[in-house]
C-alpha cells in the first residue's frame, strides 16, 4: 500500500515525497484511513519508533484546510521535547499548505510570547498539559472551536500525575470534537479516559496490547549491586560504536553516574529534573547532534526523546513501574531499526525479569557481562579499523616525513605497528589487567554467594560482619588453617578502599595464580590479611609487595605463630596463655613478631613519631601498666626502642 491510496489530499503527498517516506508503516496503514472519516475517535496502540506521529499528524494536516486562523487541532504530549518534536513534524507534513500555522505551548519559557503566537493565529496547537491549563485559565486560547484532540503517549501523560489536567483540558473542548488517543501501553486509567471521553472509538493495537517492538533484543546481565557500576562500563566498552540511553531511577544516581562516566573519558551527559530548561535544550541538541555518545536520564527526563539511530539502551536499574520499560526500550529500534535493550540486575531482581516477559509478550536472554579479554579484543578491532579507514593528509605531512623516518629506522615494520598500537592501547590493557569476573549465578541471593568464595573475588557480602578492630579483638568464625595454608599480613585496609574482591585481583593479576589458591580473606580497617598454599609463598612475596591497589603501594608478609597460638586475637585458641601472642584468648596480640603485651588498663596513645602505640587494650596481663610499641621488626614491645619505624 502506498500514502497515495490511504487517500491524504496533494499538498500532504507532497510533502511526504519531499520527506523521502517509501511506504506506510503497519500503524498508519490502519490508522489513516479511518481517521480522515469526519466523525471518528481513535485508539491507537504501537510502541515508539512505529511511525505514531505521523498516523496522527498526516490525517491531521489533511483535514485542517479552511479557517487557519482558527485552533482546528489540539495535540497534548506529556514533555517539552515531545512536544517540539510533534511540531517540528506537522511543519513538515504541512510544508506544501503555507496556510496553516502550527504553535507550540510548553513550560520553561516566557508564556508572553506564546500568548502572542496564539493570537496572531494557530490552526495546529500543540501543548504541554501544565502549560495549556495556565493559558486557559488566562482566556489565552479558546479551545471551543478545536475539531480534533489527540493524546500522544497517554500512558505516560498519567504516569506523570496529569489527568486532572487531561480532565479540565477536555472538558473545555466541544462534545462534537474527535479524540485519538495514542498510547504504547493501556493501563485502565488510560481505559477510562477512552470510556469517558470517546464515542464507539476504533481500536487498533500493533501486536497485543503492551507487546514490545519485535526489532529489539532484550538482554539482562546478574551482578551484585557494588559491581552494578564497573559492569555498566564493561557493556559500553564492549560496544565502541554505541549510541545510546542509560537509565537510572534516581536524579541524584543520574548525576553520579554521568559525572562518573564523564571522568574516566566516556562521552556522557546526563538529564534529569534538577537541570535548567536552557541545560535540558543544549545537552538535548548535542545528543541529537551526536557529540555526546551517551545519555544518562531519569524515566520523567527522557520521555518524548525522539532520537533517531540510538543502538541501545541500557537500564542501569530497572523502574519501579513496569510499564515504563516498555517506554525505555521503545527509544531504540526506531523506523524498522535494530536496537538493544540491556539490564542490570542483582540476584534478588529475578522475579522482575519475567514480570517483564510476562507484561510485553516476548523473552529476555540472559548473558555473561564480557571478560576483560573479550572486551581488550573488541577496542584493538576498533582501533586498528580507525587507524585503516584515517584519511592521510599527503601535503600537510610531507614535511615532517624525513624526520619521522629516521627516528624509526632502526625499527621494523612489525615493531613499529607494536610501539604505535601500544601508544594507544597500553591504558586500556592495564586497566583491565586488574578487573575480574563481575558475574554472578543467577537466581542466588547475595548472602548466598559465600558458597562459592573460592571462585569469586567477594568473599564476605554482608556489611561489616567479619569486621575488626585494629586491634585484632575479634575475628572470624571460619575454617581454622589446616596446615597446608600461610597467612599473609597485608598493609591496606577498608580505609584504603581496599575490598576481598579487590585484593583477590590484586594477587591473582600480579601472582598469575588462581582464585582456588587463595583461601579466606580477611579485610580490617586499617589492614588485612589472607591465606594461601604454602607452595606459592616466594611468588606472593616476591610479585604481590609493590603491587599498586588504586594508587595505594601494597605490603604484604608472613604472619607468623608461636606457641600454638592462632592469630585470631580474642577469639582465639584457649587452650593459650592469656599474655602475648594471637592464641592468648583475650589477648587481642597478633603472636610471634606481632606481639601485644602490656595494660589494658593505660590511656590509648599513638605516638606518631614513633609510629608506635601506647595505652591501653594491648592485651598481656592486666595488672600491668605497660605502654606498647608498633614498630621495626612490626614487634609490640613493653619498652622504648631505637629501631621502631612508623608504621
Known amino acids: 500500500m502506498t500514502f497515495k491510496e490511504l487517500g491524504l489530499r496533494v499538498e500532504v503527498l507532497q510533502s511526504i515525497e519531499a520527506m523521502g517516506f517509501a511506504e506506510p508503516t503497519p500503524i498508519q496503514q490502519s490508522a489513516i484511513p479511518h481517521l480522515l472519516q469526519l466523525e471518528s475517535d481513535f485508539v491507537g496502540l504501537a510502541q515508539t519508533g512505529t511511525g505514531k506521529t505521523a498516523a496522527f499528524g498526516l490525517p491531521l494536516i489533511h483535514k485542517v484546510t479552511d479557517r487557519p486562523t482558527e485552533t482546528q487541532g489540539l495535540v497534548i504530549a506529556p514533555t517539552r521535547e515531545l512536544c517540539l518534536q510533534i511540531s517540528k513534524d506537522l511543519e513538515a507534513f504541512a510544508q506544501f499548505d503555507r496556510q496553516i500555522k502550527v504553535v507550540a505551548v510548553y513550560g520553561g519559557t516566557d508564556i508572553r510570547r506564546q500568548m502572542s503566537d496564539i493570537k496572531r493565529g494557530a490552526t495546529i496547537v500543540v501543548a504541554t498539559p501544565g502549560r495549556l491549563v495556565d493559558l486557559i485559565n488566562r482566556r489565552a486560547i479558546n479551545l471551543q472551536t478545536v475539531e480534533t484532540v489527540v493524546l500522544d503517549e497517554a500512558d505516560e501523560m498519567l504516569n506523570m500525575g496529569f489527568k486532572e489536567d487531561i480532565d479540565a483540558i477536555l472538558d473545555a473542548t466541544p462534545d462534537t470534537k474527535n479524540v485519538w488517543l495514542f498510547s504504547a501501553t493501556m493501563p485502565k486509567e488510560v481505559a477510562a479516559i477512552a470510556k469517558n471521553y470517546m464515542t464507539d472509538p476504533l481500536e487498533v493495537a500493533m501486536g497485543h496490547k503492551n507487546q514490545s517492538n519485535e526489532n529489539i533484543e532484550h538482554i539482562y546481565y546478574t551482578v551484585k549491586e557494588r559491581d552494578r557500576y564497573d559492569a555498566l562500563k564493561r557493556l559500553i566498552d564492549a560496544s565502541p560504536d554505541i549510541f545510546g540511553l542509560v537509565f537510572c531511577r534516581t536524579r541524584n544516581e543520574t548525576a ?257 595464580l588462581k582464585s582456588a589458591s587463595i583461601g579466606r580473606i580477611d579485610v580490617m580497617p586499617n589492614f588485612s590479611f589472607f591465606e594461601a598454599d604454602k607452595g606459592d609463598e616466594s611468588a606472593i612475596l616476591s610479585k604481590v609487595n609493590g603491587a599498586d591497589y588504586e594508587g595505594h603501594q601494597v605490603s604484604v ?91
Open 557 to 647: 608478609e608472613i604472619t607468623q605463630k608461636k606457641d600454638g597460638g592462632s592469630d585470631r586475637g580474642r577469639s582465639g585458641d584457649r587452650g593459650g596463655e592469656r599474655k602475648g601472642g594471637f592464641g592468648g584468648g583475650k589477648s587481642g596480640g597478633f603472636g610471634g613478631d606481632r606481639k601485644f603485651s602490656g595494660s589494658r588498663d593505660g590511656g590509648r596513645d599513638r605516638d606518631r613519631k614513633s609510629g608506635g602505640f601506647s595505652g591501653s587494650k594491648s592485651s598481656g596481663r592486666r595488672e600491668g601498666g605497660k605502654d606498647r610499641a608498633f614498630g621495626g621488626s612490626r614487634r609490640f614491645s613493653d619498652k622504648p626502642s631505637s629501631t621502631i619505624k612508623n608504621y
Open 256 to 512: 553520579t553516574v554521568a559525572e562518573k562516566l564523564a571522568k574516566e573519558g566516556y562521552s556522557a551527559e546526563p538529564l534529569h529534573g534538577d537541570l535548567s530548561q536552557a541545560m535540558r535544550d543544549r545537552v538535548m541538541d548535542r545528543f541529537r547532534e551526536r557529540s555526546i555518545q551517551l545519555l544518562v536520564a531519569t524515566d520523567v527526563a527522557a520521555r518524548g526523546i525522539d532520537v533517531d539511530n540510538i543502538t541501545h539502551v541500557i537500564n542501569y536499574n530497572l523502574p519501579d513501574d513496569i510499564e515504563n520499560y516498555t517506554h525505555r526500550s521503545g527509544r531504540t529500534a526506531r523506523a524498522g531499526r535494530q536496537g538493544k535493550s540491556l539490564v542490570l540486575i542483582n540476584t534478588r531482581e529475578n522475579y522482575k525479569i519475567k514480570a517483564i516477559e510476562r507484561q510485553i509478550r516476548t523473552t529476555f536472554t540472559a548473558a555473561l557481562i564480557p571478560e576483560a579479554s573479550e572486551i581488550c579484543g573488541i577496542q584493538l578491532n576498533k582501533l586498528i579499523s580507525k587507524v585503516k579507514e584515517i584519511e592521510v593528509k599527503e601535503n600537510d605531512i610531507a614535511p615532517f616525513l624525513p624526520a619521522i623516518m629516521a627516528d624509526f629506522e632502526e625499527l621494523s615494520k612489525e615493531e613499529v605497528i607494536k610501539k604505535f598500537i601500544s601508544a594507544e592501547f597500553n591504558r586500556f590493557i592495564e586497566y583491565y589487567d586488574r578487573a575480574g569476573d563481575l558475574n554472578v549465578t543467577s537466581g542466588r541471593g547475595e548472602r548466598g554467594e559465600r558458597g562459592d568464595r573460592k571462585e569469586r573475588g567477594d568473599r564476605f557480602d554482608r556489611k561489616d560482619r567479619f569486621e575488626r578492630s585494629d586491634r585484632g579483638e575479634r575475628g572470624d568464625r571460619g575454617p581454622r588453617d589446616n596446615g597446608n595454608r600461610t597467612r599473609f599480613f597485608v598493609s591496606l585496609g577498608k580505609r584504603d578502599g581496599l575490598n576481598p574482591g579487590g585484593l583477590l585481583r590484586v594477587i591473582c593479576d600480579s601472582t598469575g
